[in-house]
């Protein structure tokens, strides 16, 4: 059960309305890497969830990611209160109105016009939110590194955010937030190294033969690093083209009447490749003498 308390987990103040400015924190309303995508991820997983201890976790931060969801929506609303204004009234001439709604060359102007200055499910660019942003699996040790990753794409956004203002209150409140993708990140890793074994995702092990094999695929000197060291790894410096010793081929075991029908489909449609046919392409270009004459033949023209 959730229940609604009207104050802000962080207190959001804003020096300036800032209708640009707002249509960038879209991006953390509505986006991929946003604050509801956040919350839809951990509250599926959570009910899923059989250890109760990540049970809670994932409740616990799925519930605050809806609270932040609250902040940066107050945010962008804030930003967007005097335009919403100017707009809904029409105070202003049409060609000022359009410059103080475009901002900084961004769409703010779209977001204004569709959903008046409200806290759109969109990003900044305007894509609607979809739940193919949640990407859980149904494995923890699998889901525990993709919300670490989550978390990380979430900070970095933030702080390209608090880089594009310089109003210090907004920065304030994208620094709490930001903060908190740090202590999320933790509480997922901690969760993670409490599995054991929790490498590799999964119950299967993986071939033996492959499981610690780096191939060099590329062309060139190779960059030697903890990625591909001899430590680690078995470094094969040109991997053959099948590397578990067959003969590299795809074949299909076919039952006899499908194998018939397969061999006359092929038959129907086989090339000659003896064969050297006039195409369109050669009708239309000047120099080859096509038509037998001994002289170049002129470029074809279209009659009427």
């Given amino acids: 059960m959730f229940v609604h308390n009207k104050r802000l987990q962080y207190t959001v103040r804003v020096a300036r309305p800032d209708p640009g400015l707002a249509n960038l924190l879209l991006e953390q309303f509505g986006g991929p890497q946003g604050e509801l995508a956040a919350a839809c991820r951990y509250f599926t997983q959570a009910l899923a969830e059989e250890d109760p201890g990540r049970k809670d976790m994932l409740f616990d931060i799925a519930t605050e990611e809806l609270s932040h969801l609250e902040v940066i929506g107050s945010l962008i609303a804030m930003l967007n209160r005097g335009a919403k204004g100017d707009l809904a009234e029409g105070v202003q001439q049409e060609a000022e109105l359009y410059r103080s709604l475009q901002g900084a060359g961004n769409d703010s102007h779209v977001t204004q016009l569709l959903y008046g200055g409200g806290p759109a499910l969109i990003n900044s660019a305007g894509v609607p939110w979809t739940a193919a942003y949640i990407d859980s699996i149904g494995e923890p040790t699998a889901d ?26 907004v920065q304030e409140a994208l620094g709490f937030l930001m903060t908190r993708e740090i202590s999320h990140q933790k509480s997922f890793e901690k969760a993670l190294y409490s599995i054991t074994p929790n490498f590799p995702p999964g119950k299967t092990p993986g071939d033996p033969r492959f499981a610690s094999v780096y191939f060099k695929m590329s062309q060139g000197e190779a960059m030697r690093g903890p990625w591909n060291a001899d430590s680690t790894f078995v470094f094969v410096e040109n991997p053959p083209p099948a590397v578990d010793g067959g003969d590299g081929l795809a074949t299909v075991e076919l039952p006899a009447d499908q194998q018939s029908t397969l061999e006359a489909f092929a038959m129907r449609g086989e ?29 074809a023209r279209n009659k009427r």
């Fill in 271 to 299: 090339s000659d490749v003896n064969s050297d046919p006039v195409t369109g392409a050669d009708l239309g270009k000047a120099g080859d003498d096509l038509d037998g004459t001994g002289e170049a033949d002129p470029p």
């Fill in 144 to 169: 525990l590194r993709s919300n670490i990753a989550a978390e990380a794409r979430a900070k970095i956004i933030y702080e390209r955010l608090m880089n594009v203002t310089d109003d210090a209150d």
